[in-house]
């Protein structure tokens, strides 16, 4: 009688396992946007502040123009996904009407104190096709409670306000600044708190668990994205979608951490990169001629975006409630260049090979990794830990811009890539790295060449991946 084999059978025919930890449906969702955008706007707008002391009275909220059709359109037409409206600052005032303090906008003299700027943002928003957000600082240097555990109910009622009552949110921002000199109702002190401990964030993540299901939460503890590690809109190399989540509960996150991330971390919390246009998060009329220029805007989305994260932009208004004539036209020349760079994918028109496909099943073929679509995927067999991809052109084709993308749904499985072209029976080394994840824009010189290979490499998982795009752009951020 033949003895038994215990060894596992393996079905490479079927989608392999997700290898570590994999983002939710949210998170895929939030990866997709890509870019979208800040709008910090508050009584700091008039006093020329970054950080209001909180004793700023409401009268001084006097935007003489507001339109938020002009901002959702601004942002639009700069390519971004959705805004998230600093509805509350440090400073405690607040933008809507909030039925639990008079310290907002039904106090100010704009719209009679009849005014609801986050009603008005969120609704063009929608209808210009933009997601919308929320930020709620846990901070509060006018709040006479502040520091105390009679804020927290405060802070959750105000929570709810926004979480119910201006429809579906993408992203719910919590800031990290934390406790220190306020104004707290008169008593001008300084106040210090455990950040974390003492807003009670698992009842907080709840909330916006049970209001706003399909909501990001940038933040703290039960966040679905991380911060970065800096303000300057770059992401570390490489930037890895995953941290190790006792890291996060002993605040041992350094900004070298948080901009790298670490390779199979046991938590998916992926990078966001929050930079503002301007040197300051809110407009000052000194700053005009400071406005970042178009392509330093598209530097910042390649050391971003073109590393896995997403690129959080800020658009400060001005006195008025507008986006300032010269920031919308940085934007919109962006996004011009941006689009001329991705306009034509040159690997549509090519052959795609590789040395080894998962159960050579047509679900998993080379062909998918250039189909333009997110949806299907080129893999490999669950012992194959190195394989290589090649796009083979029916005639020489020049390319100065690579597109490369996981396919995240099975989690992040690629641990180092090298990108070479060939041509003249040679191969020439363009690129080499470690994380791609959700996108990995590779940028130089141009080259022309018949052939490009990509090299795959996964440490303890199969590779598979979703795109291979090439592109001949006009105008890269490093020429």
């Known amino acids: 009688m033949p003895a038994k084999n ?18 939710s449906a949210r998170q895929l969702a939030w990866h997709r946007l890509e870019t979208y955008g800040f709008v910090h706007f508050t009584v700091n707008t008039f006093t020329g502040k970054e950080w209001g002391y909180g004793d700023e009275a409401p009268a001084l909220f006097n935007p003489t123009e507001f339109d938020a059709g002009q901002i959702a359109e601004t942002a639009a037409a700069g390519g971004l996904a959705g805004l998230i409206l600093t509805c509350k600052h440090h ?32 609704d063009a928003c929608r209808n210009r096709g933009l997601k919308f957000g929320v930020y709620l600082s846990p901070w509060d240097r006018n709040h006479p409670e502040y520091g105390r555990p009679a804020y927290l109910a405060y802070y959750q009622n105000q929570l709810r306000e926004l979480l119910t009552e201006y429809g579906e949110l993408f992203e719910v921002w919590f800031d990290g600044a934390n406790g220190g000199d306020g104004y707290y109702g008169g008593a001008r002190e300084r106040r210090a708190i455990d950040h974390l401990t003492y807003y009670r964030w698992p009842e907080i993540v709840a909330l916006v668990r049970e209001l706003q299901p399909q909501a990001c939460i940038f933040g703290e503890a039960g966040a679905d994205i991380r911060w970065v590690g800096n303000e300057m809109g770059h992401a570390g190399d ?22 790298q991330g670490e390779w199979r ?40 975006v073109g590393r896995g994260a997403a690129l959080n932009l800020n658009l400060p208004p001005d006195r008025r409630g507008l986006i300032h004539a010269r920031d919308a036209a940085a934007l ?76 995240l749904p099975l989690g992040q499985r690629i641990a180092g890539f090298a990108v070479s072209a060939g041509a003249r029976g040679g191969w020439r080394e363009l690129a080499a790295g470690l994380s791609i994840g959700h996108r990995r824009l590779l940028a130089g010189e141009t080259i022309r060449a018949d052939r490009l290979r990509v090299e795959l490499r996964g440490d303890d998982a199969c590779p598979a991946l979703a795109e291979i795009a090439v592109f001949k752009g006009a105008d890269l951020p490093w020429r």
């Open 332 to 407: 919109r020349e962006f996004r011009r260049l941006l689009d001329a760079i991705f306009a034509r994918d040159l690997a549509r028109a090519a052959r795609v090979e590789a040395d080894n496909t998962r159960g050579n099943h047509p679900a998993f073929q080379a062909a998918h990794a250039a189909d333009g679509r997110a949806d299907t995927y080129w893999c490999a067999d669950d012992h194959v830990r190195q394989a290589n991809l090649t796009l083979v052109f029916p005639r020489p084709v020049e390319f100065n811009a690579i597109s490369l993308r996981e396919y």
């Open 265 to 304: 971390g046991n938590i998916w919390q992926p990078a966001e990169c929050d930079v503002s246009i301007r040197p300051g998060w809110f407009y000052h009329a000194a700053e005009d001629e400071r406005v970042r220029t178009p392509h330093n805007l598209l530097a910042l989305y390649f050391h971003s």
């Open 6 to 23: 215990n060894a596992q059978i393996v079905d490479n025919t079927a989608p392999p396992a997700p290898c570590g930890a994999a983002p």
């Open 238 to 259: 490489p930037c890895w979608h995953t941290i190790d989540g006792s890291r996060r509960q002993r605040n041992l996150l350094g900004w070298r951490y948080l901009e």
């Open 91 to 122: 400073d405690g005032f607040c933008l809507w009407p909030s039925r639990y303090t008079g310290h907002s906008v039904k106090h100010s003299p704009w719209r009679n104190g009849r005014g609801d700027v986050v009603r008005e943002i969120s």
